[in-house]
């Protein structure tokens, strides 16, 4: 048995005792540690259905923890390593981590590095798993000597972790951000300047003035297309959300008449060595204290009062979950 959160499509989230089975082909037992709130926590919460693919469901795309069992087949982790899983389908269409034991599939594990404490690892998440992904892709394309780089949801998980990676690596890191009362904490982070998101939020024109070599982008809809056109020749935008929209309303001009490149971004499906490099990334450039500046830390109960805040876009940095309280 576990203690867990469980979401019903039918009744109110709760935690619960729920059954934990033993890992079959390819799965891991983990002893989780810590969890976090992330944007698709709080729609499973809601009932999403896009997200919730089963009912009912334990909510949480993150597990950290240390590996209690193995199944068969498994190889690459081992009972006693300490691990962190990001997304692979958790808190979707199998439980998450919301729980104080999970069965996972080992493949999508990675063993977490000494230097990375599980409550650290908690923090990065899937927002700053994503965020690395996200920088070892526009990397690929945009070195600092091209110019200023853009992130845009500046304050929330993903931007939180971008901003100091790319600033690590020598980037001019403007943060674009609804919420302009944090500027000393984005520039704390690295960032040299700190834009309201309305600048870029509104339809405008398909072909702008090129001001960004580069963006991070995890809101989509106009801004998305805002970015894309407004990006210098040969530059690149990576996209790994859509708070603002879905949709994507631009044109091919960006591509055709500037060469700008965009990057999709998808951090369920990453393969285990992109998995492994991105942690290598975030291990080796991320600061912890920058990180703990921005990240608070809440019990389970607390963590489901989160959820509608989550997906109002009203929390600031990292919630990370200790699954035993």
């Not at 959300?241 to 060469?259: C, K, Y």
Request: with cysteine.
């Amino acid at each position: 048995m576990s203690r867990a959160v469980l979401v019903s499509r039918s009744t109110a989230p709760t935690i619960t005792e729920v059954d934990v089975p033993d890992p079959g082909e390819g799965e891991a037992l983990v002893d989780v540690t810590y969890s976090s709130v992330n944007y698709k926590d709080g729609l499973a919460l809601a009932g999403d259905p896009g997200v919730a693919r089963i009912d009912p469901l334990v909510p949480g795309v993150d597990v950290v923890g240390t590996v209690a069992g193995v199944g068969p087949g498994v190889h690459d982790v081992a009972i006693g390593d300490r691990v962190t899983l990001n997304g692979a389908g958790a808190g979707e269409h199998r439980h998450g981590g919301w729980t104080t034991r999970a069965v996972v599939p080992a493949a999508s594990l990675v063993v977490l590095p000494d230097a990375v404490s599980d409550d650290f690892a908690a923090a990065i998440g899937t927002a700053g798993f994503t965020a690395a992904l996200s920088v070892l892709a526009l990397a690929r394309f945009v070195s600092p000597a091209d110019g200023p780089v853009v992130v845009t949801g500046a304050s929330g998980g993903v931007g939180s972790v971008a901003i100091p990676l790319l600033a690590a690596r020598g980037y001019a890191v403007t943060a674009s951000t609804g919420r302009l009362s944090n500027r000393a904490s984005l520039q704390a982070l690295g960032a040299t300047d700190v834009v309201d998101r309305a600048t870029l939020s509104e339809p405008g024109r398909p072909m702008q003035k090129a001001v960004w070599a580069g963006a991070v982008d995890s809101v989509g809809g106009a801004t998305l297309a805002n970015l894309l056109a407004s990006t210098r020749w040969g530059g690149a935008v990576t996209a790994c959300g859509l708070a603002q929209d879905v949709q994507l309303p631009t044109t091919v001009l960006p591509f055709i008449l500037r060469g700008v490149s965009l990057l999709g971004i998808n951090s369920v499906d990453a393969p285990a060595a992109l998995r492994r490099a991105a942690w290598d990334l975030l291990a080796a450039d991320l600061d912890p204290r920058l990180l703990s500046r921005v990240t608070r830390t809440v019990g389970l109960e607390d963590a489901i009062a989160l959820g509608p805040d989550v997906i109002a876009g009203a929390v600031h940095g990292r919630t990370i979950v200790d699954v035993t309280r």
